[in-house]
Each structure stands twice: as structure tokens, then as C-alpha cells.
């Protein structure tokens, strides 16, 4: 078997999609060493070619043209021709983003349809056309694999595919997500770098609408006036170049609410830093409306963070009886529970010992297992 897989997202492993198939390419590897894989890689005009390849793993480099036009153009055309070209038996679209024609059998992973399915990101024909075009490409796939049983069910309602032609197909975590600390010298240099407070309550992921950070600093107007200024929030990730359909005006917000001094922006947060981050951590508060996974409380979990999230989308299939998981409106009951774990002792410990316990049964080896069944399948014409 020789798998092409699309490699838009190879350099950025700081995105969901990245880590995905750095990890699901790295665990494939791994495990069956007589399988050929070969990166199709996107590289723009002055780019770097891919790092941190497995050795073993061959790298097909593509031009690429600047904007959303270069992106659809080599999705639709340049990855189907060069499958074609380095012989693939295979082809796997590790995102929402599959051709309409593919000269080998193809899977693509449609995460989630959140894209789809929220309307602040379907405003313009542009948009609009292209969820028409993946949504049509993903319906001719030889089969699509999703991350949680959640997604499935929007992807069997809103894209019209047969049961058996959609997987879950759980992502995993990585051991450096642990409640033990590898090196203290290490994690005081984190703490030093971020100039992290001695307590805090962390949000860490993206900012667009669907996010629902907004509640989460409704939320913290409550904490905020039970814990006072030693336990502020901190926000980790890029944050918004100003406001949009897409991003709310997060400076305006905190200065309405009179958060100012209870909150923090700690901007982007480098892979290798995160664990101590997680770990440092009172609380990891996770508000999101949709989520197709949810790999930040996955990996807040693995840490032995206690873990408040909203109950939308997969989160509670993946944060389990091992955290809260709240109304994604419910900025009350959101508050509530971080105040509670804060403050309730026991309560904590009970959350930071099932943590781990939770996050054990997802892992990066399952993920590359499953994956490589609908592989076989799908190259034997099983669909």
C-alpha cells in the first residue's frame, strides 16, 4: 500500500489539523513499517519544504499560488496529479478539503462541519461555494473517517452519507501531556517566560466566534467578584488582529465588564511550552460551542487539570465523568464550577486524579490502528 496524503497543514502542528497529521503519519510509520507514505506538500513562493518528516516517509513538493484561489487549485488538482504521479495506491485528505475526482480510492477526515453549519462563516458567495464544492467532494469519497460520534451525526444529517460510510475515529494524546513534571529546572523556565502568576485559571485554543469565549468572560465577571485578582484568567493563543463577523471585540467586552485586572492575554503559546501551562493551571476552562474533538481538555486531562468545558458538540464524549461540562450559554453555571473547584479541595483532587484516567483511553497508536483497518478497506474496494 502507498498512501498520498494532502500536507497543507504539516507546518502548522500548532493547529488542530497539524497535530493530526504530523501524529497520524508519525504512528502510522511506527506501526507497519513496509507502508509507503509519501507528504504532497503545498510550498509557497519562497517556502521552506516540510520539517520534522519520519524518516521513511517520502515528501512530493507542489507549488503553491498565494491566496484561497492556490489553495483550491492545488486541492482539486495538483494533489489528485500527484497521486497519479508518485504511484499511490491511496489517497488520504486529512482535513475538510477532499477533490472531486481522485485518480486512486480516497478518505478524507471531515473533523467537523463547523464551517458548514455556523453562519457567520458562510457570509459571501466565496464561502458558500467552497462548502458546496468539499461537501459534494466529501459525499464521492471512498470513505470519511470523523473524530467523534458527535460529528458523525452532523456529517450523516447535513451531507446525506450512508452509516457505513463514515468512522469514528478518536485522535489522541501525546506523553508529554503528564501530571509529573520531566524537569522542574524546565518548567520554572516556562513559568518565566510566560510570567505565569501562582495561581490562574488558563483558556487556551482559537478565538473565533464558535469558540464562545464571550461567555467565558461573562463567566469570570462572577469569579472575579468571589476570588478577586489572585486567580486571573489567562487567554493563550493568537489573539484577534481586531474584530470581525468571525471575531468578536474581545477588548471591548473586558473593558465593559470591568475585567481588565482579572484578565490577561498570553499570546502564542509554543508546543513544547504547553504541558507546563496545562499543569501550572487551577482550572482549564474550554467554552466551545462545536467541536469536532477537542484536543486542549484532552490534553488539560492528560496534565491532571481540572477540566470545565461546555457540554456542545463532541466535549462530552471526550471530558467524560472526568469534568464538568456545562450549557454553553450558562455563564452562571460555568463560574460556578471553576469556583468550585478552586475552592473545594476535594472536589480538585477528584478531578486531577480522574483526569489522567479519562485521557488514557485516547491515543495517538489507536488512531494510526483504526485509521489503517479503513485503509485496507478502502484500497480492497470494501468502501
Known amino acids: ?29 511506527q506501526l507497519v513499517s513496509d507502508l509507503d507514505i509519501t507528504l504532497v506538500y503545498p510550498q509557497p513562493p519562497g517556502g521552506a519544504p516540510p520539517e520534522d518528516v519520519p524518516a521513511g516517509v517520502a515528501v512530493a513538493v507542489v507549488p503553491l499560488r498565494p491566496g484561497h484561489v492556490g489553495k483550491v487549485l492545488f486541492e482539486q488538482r495538483d494533489f489528485p496529479a500527484a497521486c497519479r504521479r508518485v504511484g499511490a495506491t491511496l489517497a488520504h485528505v486529512p482535513y475538510f478539503g477532499p477533490p472531486l475526482r481522485s485518480p486512486v480510492p480516497l478518505v478524507v477526515t471531515v473533523h467537523d462541519l463547523t464551517t458548514l453549519l455556523v453562519p457567520e462563516y458562510r457570509r459571501g458567495a466565496g464561502p458558500r461555494l467552497y462548502n458546496a464544492l468539499v461537501s459534494a467532494a466529501a459525499r464521492g469519497a471512498g470513505h470519511v473517517l470523523t473524530d467523534s460520534q458527535a460529528s458523525k451525526d452532523d456529517i450523516l444529517a447535513h451531507l446525506g452519507l450512508a452509516e457505513g460510510d463514515v468512522s469514528v475515529v478518536y485522535l489522541g494524546v501525546g506523553p508529554e501531556y503528564t501530571p509529573r513534571a520531566g524537569n522542574s529546572l524546565v518548567d520554572l523556565a516556562v513559568r518565566r517566560k510566560y510570567d505565569l502568576p501562582d495561581f490562574y485559571v488558563l483558556y487556551l485554543g482559537g ?29 493563550a493563543g493568537q489573539k484577534p488582529a481586531g474584530a470581525s463577523p468571525s471575531f468578536p471585540d474581545y477588548d471591548a467586552i473586558i473593558a465593559r465588564a470591568g475585567l481588565g485586572r482579572f484578565v490577561r492575554w498570553l499570546g502564542y503559546v509554543e508546543e513544547a511550552d504547553k504541558p507546563v501551562l496545562y499543569r501550572q493551571a487551577e482550572v482549564f476552562a474550554f467554552p466551545s460551542r462545536r467541536e469536532g474533538f477537542g484536543l486542549p481538555p484532552l490534553e488539560a486531562m492528560a496534565c491532571g487539570t481540572p477540566v470545565v468545558a461546555s457540554d456542545g458538540g463532541s466535549l462530552p464524549e471526550i471530558i467524560g465523568p472526568a469534568g464538568f461540562a456545562i450549557d454553553p450559554d450558562d455563564a452562571r453555571g460555568m463560574a460556578g464550577a471553576i469556583i468550585g473547584i478552586i475552592t473545594q479541595d476535594d472536589l480538585a483532587a477528584d478531578l486531577r486524579r480522574q483526569g489522567p484516567q479519562q485521557a488514557a483511553q485516547f ?4 488512531t494510526a490502528i483504526e485509521t489503517l483497518r479503513v485503509y485496507v478497506k478502502v484500497e480492497g474496494g470494501q468502501g
Open 1 to 29: 500500500m502507498h498512501v498520498a496524503v494532502n500536507a497543507t497543514f504539516w507546518s502548522r502542528p500548532n493547529t488542530g489539523s497539524g497535530q493530526y497529521t504530523r501524529q497520524l503519519v508519525t504512528h502510522l510509520r
Open 207 to 235: 478565538y473565533e466566534t464558535h469558540k464562545n469565549v464571550v461567555t467565558l468572560l461573562h463567566a469570570y465577571t462572577y469569579v472575579a467578584q468571589a476570588l478577586g485578582e489572585d486567580y486571573p484568567l489567562l487567554l
Open 363 to 366: 491515543t495517538w497508536a489507536n
